[in-house]
Nanobody, 124 residues
Framework: VQLQASGGGLVQAGGSLRLSCAAS????????MGWFRQAPGKEREFVAA????????SYADAVKGRFTISRDKVNNMVYLQMNSLKPEDTADYYC??????????????????WGQGTQVTVSS
């Protein structure tokens, strides 16, 4: 599985960005797909996840109502639409994939594949 994240950049507080993750190498019908972020000096943290099969989503409390995760089954893409960005959203953002999705969502440690990070900087 290969995951290629893109779409990061510099944006002012209150602005928007859309991150993209191109997934290849498998049929993802039974996968969970997630976005994580890691700020300098901090641990990598969960942002959002989606079940490829039925589109069910999960969000971290810090981003609920501002971020939206989605997937494009035809083009094998996962997106993270980020609105009302805050300086504390500044981090490297990573997409991840986990095979054999169950009913719940996996923890950070259960993801099998990771893409490279894309940097998001929100200025105040």
């Amino acid at each position: 599985v290969q995951l290629q994240a893109s779409g990061g950049g510099l944006v002012q507080a209150g602005g928007s960005l859309r991150l993209s993750c191109a997934a290849s190498g498998r049929t993802f019908s039974s996968y969970d797909m997630g976005w994580f972020r890691q700020a300098p000096g901090k641990e990598r943290e969960f942002v959002a996840a989606i079940k490829w099969s039925n589109g069910r989503t999960s969000y971290a409390d810090a981003v609920k109502g501002r971020f939206t995760i989605s997937r494009d089954k035809v083009n094998n893409m996962v997106y993270l639409q980020m609105n009302s960005l805050k300086p504390e959203d500044t981090a490297d953002y990573y997409c991840a994939a986990r095979s054999g999705a169950g009913l719940g969502f996996p923890s950070r440690y259960e993801y099998d594949y990771w893409g490279q990070g894309t940097q998001v900087t929100v200025s105040s």
